[in-house]
């Protein structure tokens, strides 16, 4: 299978992301979360559904991100349809995750 380039996009409180998260999408990734969630002070929800891989050191900054949130008083939502690599990362790793995107973008929003 041929793997796609990173892509990010933004709109709402979701940052939606789609297809290798490689060695050299890390750092765009880790910035991508801190940019949009204002330094982990603002909640947003992470779409993974269209992510081709998702490598150790992805989930590390999955990880890292989701406790930065909490420890700042902010929650960081991660996202992956059933059947999508990213689906079957999150449930193998055992990170919190929803299946959709929730109806208002972030979890906890009106």
Same mark, same amino acid.
């Given at each position: ?23 050299y999408a890390i750092a765009a990734l880790r910035s991508a979360i801190k940019e949009h969630s204002d330094e ?6 992470? !779409? $993974?559904?269209? #992510? ?5 050191? *992805?989930?590390? +900054? %999955? ?11 902010? !929650? $960081?939502?991660? #996202? ?5 690599? *990213?689906?079957? +990362? %999150? ?11 929730? !109806? ?7």
């Amino acid at each position: 299978m041929l793997e796609r380039p990173f892509s990010s996009s933004h709109a709402d409180g979701v940052l939606t992301l789609g297809g290798s998260i490689d060695e050299y999408a890390i750092a765009a990734l880790r910035s991508a979360i801190k940019e949009h969630s204002d330094e982990h002070r603002r909640p947003l929800t992470v !779409e $993974l559904s269209d #992510v081709d891989f998702l490598p150790s050191v *992805a989930v590390g +900054v %999955l990880a890292t991100g989701l406790r930065q949130a909490e420890e700042n008083g902010a !929650e $960081l939502a991660l #996202v992956a349809a059933p059947g999508t690599i *990213a689906h079957r +990362v %999150l449930v193998i790793t055992g990170m919190p995750f929803f299946e959709a995107v929730p !109806e208002h973008g972030t979890p906890g929003t009106v």
